[in-house]
C-alpha cells in the first residue's frame, strides 16, 4: 500500500522558515511527478508548488522566490522548503502523488507572532 507521510509543520514567526518532509512508501517513487497543495480555513485547497521526475520544477505566484521544492530519490521523500513565511502562508500542507492521486495526511503550519 502506497502511503504518504508529511512532517515538519508547527508553529513559526513572520519571516521564519520551515521546511516539510514527504516521506513516500511503495515502489517507482522516482518516476511519480509530486506536489505540495495547502488548504486555510474556510478556503479550497491550492496548489503550491510541483516537481517532475526529471526534478523541473513549478509554482504558484503567491510563493515564488520564498519556497523551494525538492526530491530525495534514494529517500524517496520529497521537500519544500519555506522561508520568508507569511500569516497567509497559515494552512495545512498536503503531498500529493500526481500520478496516482494519492494524499498524504497533511501537517499544520501556523505562522504568527
Known amino acids: 500500500q502506497v502511503q504518504l507521510v508529511e512532517s515538519g509543520g508547527g508553529l513559526v514567526q513572520p519571516g521564519g522558515s520551515l521546511r516539510l518532509s514527504c516521506a513516500a512508501s511503495?515502489?517507482?517513487?522516482?518516476?511519480?511527478?509530486m506536489g505540495w497543495y495547502r488548504q486555510a480555513p474556510g478556503k479550497r485547497r491550492e496548489l503550491v508548488a510541483t516537481?517532475?521526475?526529471?526534478?523541473?520544477?513549478d509554482y504558484a505566484d503567491s510563493v515564488k522566490g520564498r519556497f523551494t521544492i525538492s526530491r530525495d530519490n534514494a529517500k524517496k521523500t520529497v521537500y519544500l522548503q519555506m522561508n520568508s513565511l507569511k500569516a497567509e502562508d497559515t494552512a495545512v500542507y498536503y503531498c500529493?502523488?500526481?500520478?496516482?492521486?494519492?494524499w498524504g495526511q497533511g501537517t499544520q503550519v501556523t505562522v504568527s507572532s
Open positions: 511503495g515502489s517507482f517513487f522516482s518516476i511519480y511527478p
Open positions: 500529493n502523488n500526481r500520478a496516482t492521486g494519492y
Open positions: 516537481i517532475t521526475s526529471g526534478g523541473a520544477t
